[in-house]
């Protein structure tokens, strides 16, 4: 059984920014692909950034230059620094891997 835990979300003003961690039980991290997703309120999950087994990353162009999307395979962990954050980033963001999600964790930009 994989299971993905998020943190790392909080309230912080336009500007700031945040560090996302998802870490996860088992040892596939290494050989796949993972991704964050978020979700705004009332509306469907959205892909945000991906990093592949060798490191590959894409980004949504609403986040790109702003987020990065980094892996630590011994550690079974992948980030997701935010910076520039802006009021329409807050969501729940969401970590993937494969079929799996983590639970969510609340990101909110005020401004």
């Known amino acids: 059984q994989v299971q993905l835990v998020e943190s790392g979300g909080d309230l912080v003003q336009a500007g700031g920014s945040l560090r996302l961690s998802c870490a996860v039980s088992?040892?596939?991290?290494?050989?796949?692909?993972m991704g964050w997703y978020r979700r705004f309120p009332g509306k469907q999950r959205e892909f945000v950034a991906v990093?592949?087994?060798?490191?590959?990353?894409t980004y949504a162009d609403s986040v790109k230059g702003r987020f990065t999307i980094s892996r630590d395979n011994a550690k079974n962990t992948v980030y997701l620094q935010m910076n520039s954050l802006k009021p329409e980033d807050t969501a729940v963001y969401y970590c993937?891997?494969?079929?799996?999600w983590g639970q969510g964790t609340q990101v909110t930009v005020s401004y």
């Open positions: 990093i592949t087994s060798g490191g590959y990353t």
């Open positions: 088992g040892s596939i991290v290494s050989t796949s692909a």
């Open positions: 993937n891997l494969r079929t799996w």
